[in-house]
């Protein structure tokens, strides 16, 4: 199914039609503009991006404030105006409609995406894995914060970087010398970007520094 700016006009406007919501399609395209981060149609339509949409996307980032905001200009009440945005934001995310599940802000996509991808690749890492080997003792769980989160309009484009730090505890065997507790680690994950806020799930992982604590 085309992911392109119309079909997802078109994806919306059905859904918004199944729920009684009587609006145009001029206005739909206002509002699914404001979702992909343009403050307008025509801001969207002069930005020289070959297929606006979520072609490419693994993650969609919707500006759920802007459409909101952007639809109670185009005249809807405050309240309908948010049913609008969510019911929009739904239609492009739908399985049904081979769309991308939606995260709200850099807090959501980092807990819900960002720290289960760090979590499954930071003991493979070479570095880390060889500081774990030296403490000769087994893994009992790995702690991640992020640094500095930044919101994805703020992002470097073409890239969403998050900076990480994080421990990885050891727990000590009885029967073996233990050498240490604890690893500390600091890297960044970066996201390539397929869109203003649409998301590739091909991220770069990378550990930057991986130290033991003795004791």
């Not at 001029?26 to 699914?32: E, F, K, P, Y």
């Not at 948010?82 to 409609?97: F, N, P, Q």
């Not at 070479?126 to 790995?142: C, D, I, P, R």
Request: net charge negative.
């Amino acid at each position: 199914m085309s992911h392109d700016f119309s079909a997802l006009s078109f994806q919306v406007h059905s859904a918004l039609r199944n729920s009684q919501i009587a609006i145009s399609h001029g206005h739909v395209q206002q509002i699914v503009a404001s979702l992909l981060g343009y403050k307008s149609l025509a801001s969207l339509q002069s930005s020289g991006e070959e297929e606006p949409g979520i072609t490419g996307a693994d993650y969609f980032i919707p500006d759920f404030d802007g459409a909101e905001r952007r639809a109670f200009a185009l005249g809807y009440e405050e309240i309908q105006a948010a049913v609008i945005a969510d019911i929009a934001i739904k239609a492009i995310a739908s399985s049904t409609t081979g769309g991308c599940p939606a995260y709200f802000s850099a807090e959501e996509f980092f807990e819900e995406v960002a720290w289960a991808q760090i979590d499954n690749d930071v003991t493979n890492n070479v570095e880390v894995a060889s500081q774990m080997a030296m403490t000769n003792a087994g893994l009992k769980y790995v702690h991640i914060e992020p640094e500095n989160l930044k919101r994805i309009e703020d992002a470097d484009w073409p890239f969403w970087r998050f900076r990480f730090k994080g421990v990885v505890e050891m727990e000590q065997y009885e029967d073996k010398m233990f050498f240490g507790n604890r690893v500390d680690f600091e890297g960044e994950i970066i996201y390539p970007l397929a869109g203003r806020r649409c998301v590739s799930d091909n991220a770069d992982f990378r550990i930057e520094s991986a130290l033991l604590q003795r004791g």
